[in-house]
């Protein structure tokens, strides 16, 4: 095979150290040397997480690598404002810094065993092994409990800005009640404000009305 007019030029000038092709070539060798004593192969690994430390600032994890490696402790990265403690047998992500299976992180952890898998297109779901979870689902946001009670707890208010609620079970309020509007039992042919306004108002045949009011 005859050599392109432009690899001729390359091998010619090779030794020429004014040549750019020159530069060039150290160039490519140093970055084949830092990749060869990197060890791609090692960068990125699956793993199974096999023992856990969730009391650390940055949670730790031991992880059991492809071909049986164990590595701990590992530090487990999670986005700002999330945390789980995922359960032994999860799976895991590792990255080795440098291609060194002793500088391992792990990045992302994820468990199959309990993950929905009946979500459309778009939506999203925090979940855990329970069954319990917040749903943002295409028809609304649905929060699901399951058998576990469901605390929302502060200090300040709690404002529902809604043109409806609803509960579908029983209401036990163990402070005051004030409503702007109307309140209105089963029957809902009388609101409170009705019923006071008939039983002030209402004699006993004929007689005066009652001194006490409503």
């Not at 209105?184 to 409170?192: A, E, F, I, N, V």
């Amino acid at each position: 095979m005859t050599p392109t007019p432009l690899l001729k030029f390359w091998l010619a000038n090779l030794a020429d150290s004014n040549c750019f092709l020159f530069s060039l070539t150290r160039q490519i060798r140093r970055v084949y040397f830092c990749l060869k004593k990197m060890n791609l192969k090692d960068l990125i690994n699956r793993a199974t997480v096999s023992a856990k430390n969730g009391t650390r600032k940055l949670r730790t994890l031991q992880i059991q690598l492809l071909g049986g490696d164990i590595r701990e402790p590992i530090e487990h990265f999670e986005p700002y404002g999330f945390t789980s403690e995922p359960h032994v047998g999860a799976e895991a992500i590792g990255l080795a810094l440098g291609g060194d299976r002793d500088q391992t992180l792990a990045v992302v952890v994820a468990d199959r065993r309990y993950r929905p898998t009946d979500l459309k297109g778009g939506e999203v779901c925090v979940f855990d092994d329970l069954g319990r979870k917040v749903y943002l689902s295409r028809n609304g946001i649905r929060l699901e409990g399951v058998s576990s009670p469901v605390t929302v707890k502060t200090s300040a208010s709690v404002t529902v800005d809604a043109p409806l609620t609803k509960c579908t079970g029983d209401l036990e309020v163990g402070g005051n009640i004030v409503a702007k509007g109307d309140i209105k039992d089963k029957g809902g042919s009388y609101s409170m404000a009705g019923m006071r306004m008939t039983y002030n108002s209402h004699t006993h045949s004929g007689g005066s009305a009652p001194d006490q009011k409503m």
